[in-house]
């Protein structure tokens, strides 16, 4: 477990008092890296087959380049899921708590 | 059952190592975060409710994760092709006023009792009899809907390899497992969030792409030719409509009784909500679900009406296929990867959500109250994985069940009205009248069920009309039952109903400051989106 994960969740409201009860891993910012990260690969493989065979023939062929632009949305979605994760409000308050330590 | 040489003939998978190649990233991926996030599951809220550390968002599209099985993108495609787009009730008004009541009224319950399960709370309110009873259906019910997660998963290798039905039914066998005993269990949350984009941009692009191929909505209106296929509302005064019923069995049959069984007792669902973080994030959880389930009315349907106008042997012959044979059409190698993997995701996942809650009512409800009440955390854990391999096993029976019924849709229709309407009178009766006693819900529940069970056995009728008919008068006698049987035993103290019966509990207010955050802000904004599509389909 890296230093990060170890830091227990925030609660986000400081007057009440929350009970610790579980191991103190971050699965939100975990999540958003996990799907991030899966969408890239996926999107950036299509991109790649779209350019390089850009003619694939299907029976329901839509006279575009599926693969190309459909791979295109998938990187834009992943891109942004990391772009939310990076700047969470809660990995911000992780990075606070660790500065001030 | 399709015909395979049609399959073959569309799909050209077999032609490229592309498709294997996404579909291979994916497992990697699944596998790899269940192996890492085994470590970190220390106890067994960590491993159920991953700590009750998430927030919102994430719970939000992990609770329709949970939903979006292979009823939810085979079944509903099935049903459009049969039905048209009154089909999208099952979505509209058979599903957001549910989830809208969920949010407003069931959560702070169960987040307040900090129950595991339905089969907990049925304990605190009524006694240990309604509980076990409650926990062995449940056990069944899990168990057979987990067949049909498995016979969507096999239906989708039969397409990739061309493999039987039989060998499908195994190799889905086989991976599912592989996917727990390597952790993947311990990752259902992620993967449940995982699924919901891949869904998305997999059902996405399926209904973009149909719509531009038949000209937009008007276009496809023309090529399919049955106006009333195009209406939700219009003719349900008489039965001249395709469901073939009047509305008052579409409003109480399917979007009270029914819908509302589903969304507040199937704790598949209601566990996701409980991951949250605070009370605040977890009545949020299913008013952030129902916004993408809105868009799902379209996205899940569509398909149905897509494939009467471009595959119409497919819509007749085998509309359980709709979705996968439309990728196939539609998709070129790559892209059809990506779909066929989106579908894997949803059915692995929906199959370790019912086999996830089955492990949880087996292990807390059945063995540690009846069998072993005194052993250490880890000896319940290691019951929990056995009891998900048990529950694999069994789903491969349950697999050749489900195919025995013309549509999925059926099925679970049939399943939804026999389980979980009786549970959700004993719920509705329990929640908000203090009379209701311990054996008032036993006899209620029971005597539903058994209606249910009765007037299924008896008709053999799975249509739809029937299973909403069939929901209704199995609610009815569980009230009735219940009432009459409260009337003349003996009620609990108020003490004991605190924080369980509406009325006597003190409503401990979510802490949320933001007023777009706000659970009937949210609740006000989806309902109005829903109102406007059903004025909108007309």
Redesign the interface.
Known sequence: MTEEHRETEHHEYGEEERVPEHSGTNHSMAIGFYIAALLLIFGVTIVLAGIISPAQATTGGLGFNVNLWWGLVMVVSGCVILGMTLASPRRRAARQREDGV | MGDLALLQS?V?VNDTW?DY??IA??FV?VLG?GYV?RT????S??YFL??????SW?TGLAFLGANLGALEIMGMAAGAAEYGIMQSHYYWIGAIPAMVFVALFMIPFYYASRVHSVPGFLKLRYNEATRGFNAALFAIFMILLSGINMYAMALVFQLLLGWSLTASILLSAVIVLGYVVLGGLSSS??NE??QF?LIT?GLL?LVV?GL??AGGLSGLQESVGKAEYFHVWANTGSTDNPFAVQWFYIVFGLGLVQSFGYWCTDFLVVQRALAA??LAASQRTPLIAAFPKLLYGVLAIFPGLIVLS?LPKVASEDPNNAVPYLM????????LG?GL?ALLAAFMSGMAGNVTAFNTVWTYDIYKPYINSDASDRHYLNVGRIATVVGVLLSIGTAYIALNFVTIMDYVQVLHGMFLAPLFGTFLLGMFWTRTTGWGGFTGLVAGTGTGLTMYLISLDAGLGASMARALWAWIVTLVVTIVVSLVTQPKPESELRGLVWGLTEQKEG?E?AWYKKPWVLAVIVLTITVALNIYFW
């Open positions: 569309m050209k592309l190649f996404i990233v994916y991926f975060i996030l970190k599951m220390q106890t809220e960590d991953s700590g009750r550390s998430l927030p994430i949350i992620y969030v995982l984009f941009l692009p792409f531009i191929d973080e605070d471009v196939a059409h539609y998709f070129p190698t790559g892209m990506f993997t802490v400051e």
